[in-house]
């Protein structure tokens, strides 16, 4: 593995490398959370306005839908904890 330095190409030290390989793993590890984030904020923003306000006024359908896309966020919560 090399580092630019002054505009060259250094080759980078044993602990640079060691330091670099160690952040790769911790970035691939934290996927799974950063994915569920997305996935939960995907599920928040599809429950429109709307949607409140038919379930608040007894509309089954939209209270089935709402209570659908809260298990599927309850089942995510624990990637991102």
């Known amino acids: 593995m090399q580092k630019s330095v002054n505009g060259k190409l250094v080759d980078l030290s044993a602990a640079e490398i060691a330091v670099r390989q160690a952040e790769e793993v911790a970035w691939a590890a934290g996927q799974a959370r950063r994915d569920a ?8 923003a599809s429950i429109s306005d709307r949607r409140q306000r038919e379930a608040v006024l007894g509309d089954a359908v939209a209270l089935a ?3 659908d896309v ?4 309850a089942a995510l919560r624990p990637l991102v904890v």
Do not use: S, Y
């Open 37 to 44: 984030e997305a996935a939960i904020l995907a599920l928040e």
């Open 65 to 67: 839908f709402i209570q």
């Open 70 to 73: 809260e298990a599927q966020i």
